[in-house]
């Protein structure tokens, strides 16, 4: 989004370790993964804050990801119940992975304490990593991912002194594609991610 919850069967990279067009705003990857959806509020806010993922974040974090679950499930593979089940125990193994790193998790956290969103760079090595992202269904359209991957694309080189960015979206999500686009990754090549067809995105940050 997105960390390295999920089974790795290739990823689009807001979630971790898994991006907007009328589908939602997230790539995938392997961090992580009649609704009633359509009745979900429309979040009007300022931009929130990006945070770096803390233990404390975990009543709210664990919130935004029930809540949108099967908005996320429409495009991307379901979490699963055990990502539920066993969120404390992945939530202190992403944060070790963190502490080492080897990823930098990050949310988007609104004045009221709310996640709205997930911006993860992970599989940090050699100076690149993957980017995931996802963005809560009612904060949609409002160009947040666009801003937080801009974000994260900065910390990347003034922070954690990264060269190269990583990302993988299907190619049914436009949207997602254009949040890429847009922070100036170039698709790269063709692949296969969840059974979908797919394109790898390069961003060359030096």
């Known amino acids: 989004m997105e960390e390295r919850d999920a089974p790795k069967v290739g990823e689009c990279s807001f979630i ?40 404390d974040h975990a009543p709210a974090l664990l919130a935004f990801e029930r809540e949108n679950r099967a908005y996320f499930a429409a495009s991307i593979p379901d979490r699963g119940d055990e990502f539920f089940a066993e969120f404390d125990t992945r939530l202190a193994q992403l944060l070790e992975w963190q502490a080492a790193g080897a ?11 709310e ?32 801003a937080a991957v801009r974000k994260v694309r900065e910390l990347a080189v003034t922070k954690y002194g990264l060269t190269r960015l990583r990302a993988r979206v299907t190619l049914d999500n436009p949207a997602s594609r254009k949040v890429l686009e847009h922070n100036g990754f170039v698709a790269v090549d ?17």
């Not at 589908?23 to 770096?52: C, F, I, N, V, Y």
């Not at 990823?103 to 304490?113: I, P, Q």
Request: glycine share 12%.
């Open 103 to 113: 990823d930098y998790l990050h949310l988007l956290v609104t004045e009221r304490g």
């Open 115 to 146: 996640v709205v969103g997930r911006v993860n760079l992970v599989e940090v090595a050699d100076g690149s990593a993957e980017l995931g992202y996802r963005i809560a269904r009612k904060a949609a359209g409002l160009g947040l991912a666009t």
């Open 16 to 55: 971790g370790r898994q991006a907007v067009g009328g589908k939602p705003a997230h790539t995938e990857s392997k961090e992580d993964k009649g609704t009633g959806l359509e009745s979900t509020p429309r979040l009007q806010l300022l931009m929130p804050d990006l945070q770096l993922l803390r233990l």
């Open 190 to 206: 063709e692949l296969t991610l969840n059974g979908k067809p797919a394109m790898s995105y390069i961003c060359e940050l030096r």
